[in-house]
């Protein structure tokens, strides 16, 4: 079983920044990929970015420029970076890992419980 614990959500003005946290812990062979996901009011659940085993990251075209994920060197903890915040911003910040406890179990998606970041204008 994979904890996944965030941190770093709030209230920021637009134009602001804030940092997201996500550290994993439990039984962890390896996480791939690790991502960030968000939920605004009235709308589905979207993907915000990704970044894989290999560095590679994936972002929505929406944040693209403005947001950066990354991993620590342990990939056990990974980070989103956020710039230029804008009001369309403000949602339920979730956390996700896909992993697995050893080399030849299956993989599981987990994922955190939110964090809310409120961009004001």
């Known amino acids: 079983q994979v904890q996944l614990v965030e941190s770093g959500g709030g209230l920021v003005q637009a134009g602001g920044s804030l940092r997201l946290s996500c550290a994993a812990s439990?039984?962890?062979?390896?996480?791939?990929?690790m991502g960030w996901y968000r939920q605004a009011p009235r709308k589905q659940r979207e993907l915000v970015a990704t970044?894989?085993?290999?560095?590679?990251?994936d972002y929505a075209d929406s944040v693209k420029g403005r947001f950066t994920i990354s991993r620590d060197n342990a990939k056990t903890s990974w980070y989103l970076q956020m710039i230029s915040l804008k009001p369309e911003d403000t949602a339920v910040y979730y956390c996700?890992?896909?992993?697995?406890?050893?080399?030849?179990?299956?993989?599981?998606?987990?994922w955190g419980q939110g964090t809310q970041v409120t961009v004001s204008s």
């Open positions: 970044i894989d085993s290999g560095g590679r990251t």
């Open positions: 439990g039984t962890i062979f390896s996480i791939n990929p």
């Open positions: 996700h890992g896909r992993s697995r406890a050893s080399p030849i179990s299956p993989f599981y998606n987990y």
